[in-house]
């Protein structure tokens, strides 16, 4: 059953500044703590103020779940590129209406600014930097705009440039919590098979990660579980996580 949950409305908030909260003396005291203490750390410090960002794709349930266990309510902030596989578009279905997650909130790139960028969609192929920015980089910020701090589901296993992300970390004006950083593949699959979660439709099929259907290709035995995300390029990030314009 698919679920109606769907918005791309911004919750009203406090936009009060609130008290300097220290990054790196946070990341101290949560730097060995279990990830759902981590998670429930960052509810309780920023209360009304803080989201997840989610893309639904392989390993997601886990962060999905965590969030489900302290609060079904949390924002969690979902990027529709307009790129997504259907598999993906089907998993968050599925796993909005198995965990009961009622605060998901979609947020889709400016539909004038695509058609002034990327008038015939191919944009991912001429310039995948600039699709990334206009897709992913710009939505998210405006979506970012109400909280003062955000999660995510990085692991520092999964590739090279993740290898040192700290728990709590600086970005730009808000602070962003990695509740799962220090999980092995292992540590998730184990996870996953405890608590009954279903894997991604394409994992089976040899999609360690997924993302826009044009930029995800399958990953090959011994490769980094990101070696499929735009293949043959100088590129392993979208910029979601490198402070561009967030």
């Given at each position: 059953m698919k679920a109606h949950h769907l918005d791309t409305s911004f919750p009203d908030a406090d936009l009060t500044p609130p008290a300097p909260i220290d990054a790196a003396a946070l990341d101290e005291r949560l730097r060995e703590a279990a990830p759902l203490d981590i998670l429930r750390a960052a509810l309780d410090t920023f209360p009304g103020r803080i989201a997840a960002v989610s893309s639904f794709g392989t390993e997601s349930a886990v962060l999905l779940h965590m969030i489900a266990q302290?609060?079904?309510?949390?924002?969690?902030?979902?990027?529709?590129?307009?790129?997504?596989?259907?598999?993906?578009?089907?998993?968050?279905?599925?796993?909005?209406?198995?965990?009961?997650?009622?605060?998901?909130?979609?947020?889709?790139?400016?539909?004038?600014?695509?058609?002034?960028?990327?008038?015939?969609?191919?944009?991912?192929?001429?310039?995948?930097?600039?699709?990334?920015?206009?897709?992913?980089v710009e939505p998210l910020a405006r979506a970012l705009a109400p909280y003062a701090a955000w999660i995510n589901g990085r692991k520092r296993y999964q590739a090279a440039t993740r290898s040192s992300i700290p728990v709590v970390e600086k970005d730009g004006a808000r602070l962003k919590f990695n509740p799962l950083a220090s999980l092995t593949r292992d540590d998730l699959v184990a996870y996953m098979a405890d608590h009954g979660l279903p894997k991604h439709p394409l994992e089976p099929f040899g999609f360690a990660s997924v993302g826009c259907m044009p930029c995800t290709s399958r990953v090959m035995p011994g490769e980094d579980p990101r070696a499929g995300r735009w293949r043959g390029r100088n590129k392993t990030e979208c910029g979601i996580h490198l402070g561009e314009g967030i």
């Open positions: 302290v609060d079904t309510a949390t924002p969690v902030l979902f990027l529709d590129t307009g790129h997504l596989f259907p598999e993906t578009l089907a998993y968050r279905d599925d796993l909005v209406a198995r965990l009961g997650l009622t605060g998901v909130i979609t947020q889709r790139p400016d539909a004038d600014a695509l058609k002034a960028r990327d008038p015939d969609n191919a944009l991912w192929s001429d310039n995948p930097d600039a699709c990334c920015a206009l897709r992913k």
